[in-house]
């Protein structure tokens, strides 16, 4: 009986570990070497795990609104960076930079935003490191807390 609830434990104790570790992607469906800026309008913001969604309308080619999610990090890991669940709202203008999708739909994994007051988030998977976009400069940030100067992301 107790080498049976013996064994039973360490069971459940691989399977707690293991179950997070399965549900879990990475991030090989967005095309990580190409960062993109997109002007937009905040639609929704899902601030849940495993991953915060924002939602936002920008300006197609042809002019009309064009709607795309991306993903960031969990609520904890982005809390950490000085996001909240308020740090964006539906209406609010931000800029988004984004990977994009392989597919070239409109989704993508958020490198960083800036708001609309120029400060900066970034995402808790390492964004804000890539140099393939104009980042513009002269932007401190809530995402780089009291660094003034040249935008680190």
């Not at 929704?44 to 920008?58: G, Q, R, Y």
């Not at 669940?85 to 597919?103: L, M």
């Not at 993508?108 to 976009?133: E, K, P, Y």
């Amino acid at each position: 009986m107790k080498t049976t609830l013996t064994a039973l434990s360490i069971l459940a104790g691989v399977l707690a570990v293991a179950s997070p570790a399965l549900a879990h992607h990475g991030n090989a469906a967005y095309d990580g070497t190409v960062t993109i800026l997109k002007d937009a309008t905040v639609t929704k913001l899902s601030w849940a795990n495993p991953h915060t969604v924002i939602e936002f309308d920008v300006k197609g080619d042809n002019g009309q609104p064009v709607h795309w999610a991306a993903e960031l990090g969990s609520p904890s890991a982005l809390g950490l960076l000085g996001w909240t669940k308020t740090s964006v709202s539906p209406g609010d203008k931000i800029t988004v930079y984004v990977h994009q999708a392989k597919t070239k739909n409109p989704v993508g994994r958020i490198d960083h935003v800036v708001l609309a007051d120029g400060s900066s988030l970034r995402d808790s998977a390492g964004g804000g490191g890539n140099n393939d976009v104009d980042n513009g400069g002269g932007r401190g940030g809530r995402g780089g807390r009291g660094r003034g100067g040249a935008n680190p992301y």
